[in-house]
């Protein structure tokens, strides 16, 4: 994470975005207000105010319009911090919540210290729109699954029962089990899906590409059983640059794959995941890690671990195994790509052959 030094620039500007306007703070370097105002989210009208100023640092807070506003001030020489939205409870459950009071919040608190803000860095432009690709299959994807289930609740509405199959296979199998009274009402439905089908195709054949020409480094990923051109590239397009993590097990906590803490005192509550971070990755990664402690799984340490782990029989042991193997292969994944190795699935059963036969 980079490193901010106390008052290392003249002025802290405090910008609250909104949807088309944002409002500024701005704090001198004694932390007297000398401006408020308020600025068009336009690039000419952020250049026409901050353009020209003296290099400032400028405090913003992470949303839609984050990205490619903090690119823009750097561009202009300012330092920007980009507050991390979740962290920033004195701003959200503010009773006295406005742009103004949120604006001088972010610009006090990046002047007395950024570090209390949880600082996060946005990704190049190039990466975020090839994230965008992955979002737009997830969205067709997900609109797809809302079809399929409205169409098969229909038809069992009326005591029927369509065929069970894959959703990609869906419209061609499904057809038939249409009552002849819910075919004007489902058909087009049937031929949207068989729509949508072909354009998540595209995209993954988009995916394969990018995974072959732009970003080799998903080969490494993909040695681990379970683990797809799909997940490798979500993965590589988040984490963008794997040297921003001094350790592989930070990888857990930054996809919200470790449980929360509320420790005060003696008390020490076992919370749930956090689920921070992305929320599409986090989701591969689970369903990668089931997959891997599914039926059809290959034997390796981490397959053994997990169903170790799933066979001590507490309540919902099987789902807590899931999650705690999606946290696992999310470090996993770290290491292979900083260090390029080979991955070998049984390693540690080859380094540890007798507490493996013991534990068996």
Not at 162 to 169: M, N, R
Request: proline share 4%; with cysteine.
């Amino acid at each position: 994470m980079k490193e901010y030094s106390g008052n290392s620039v003249g002025m802290t500007i405090g910008l609250d975005l909104g949807d088309k306007y944002g409002q500024y703070y701005t704090l001198d370097e004694a932390g007297v207000n000398i401006e408020t105002g308020r600025v068009m989210l336009l690039p000419s009208a952020l250049e026409k105010r901050f353009g020209k100023l003296e290099r400032s640092r400028m405090v913003l807070e992470s949303g839609t319009h984050s990205g490619w506003v903090s690119r823009l001030l750097e561009s202009f020489g300012h330092e920007v911090v980009v507050a991390n939205a979740r962290k920033l409870r004195l701003i959200s459950q503010n009773e006295n919540k406005d742009d103004a009071v949120d604006a001088e919040l972010l610009a006090r608190l990046g002047r007395v210290d950024p570090r209390l803000l949880y600082p996060i860095r946005h990704r190049g432009p190039e990466v975020q729109s090839d994230l965008a690709l992955l979002r737009a299959r997830d969205a067709l994807v997900k609109v797809r699954g809302q079809l399929i289930n409205h169409m098969r609740g229909t038809v069992k509405c009326g005591g029927g029962r369509l065929p069970q199959c894959s959703t990609a296979s869906f419209h061609r199998k499904a057809e038939v089990g249409i009552p002849a009274e819910l075919k004007a009402a489902l058909e087009p439905l049937l031929e949207m899906t068989e729509e949508l089908s072909g354009q998540i195709r595209a995209y993954e054949r988009e995916v394969e590409r990018l995974c072959r020409e732009r970003y080799r480094e998903t080969e490494l990923l993909q040695q681990v059983g379970g683990v797809g051109t799909l997940t490798s590239l979500c993965y590589v397009l988040t984490l963008e640059d794997p040297h921003r993590f001094a350790k592989s097990r930070a990888v857990g906590s930054f996809l919200g794959l470790r449980p929360g803490k509320d420790k005060s005192g003696e008390q020490d509550p076992e919370l749930r995941i956090t689920k921070a971070g992305n929320p599409q990755l986090r989701r591969l990664l689970v369903q990668s890690a089931q997959q891997m402690l599914g039926p059809f799984g290959a034997d390796c340490d981490l397959r053994r671990w997990g169903l170790k782990l799933a066979g001590r029989g507490r309540k919902n042991a099987k789902k807590r195994a899931v999650v705690a193997v999606a946290r696992k292969l999310a470090v996993l994944l770290h290491r292979l790509w900083v260090n390029g190795e080979v991955y070998d699935p049984l390693y540690q059963a080859q380094r540890h052959p007798v507490s493996q036969e013991v534990s068996a």
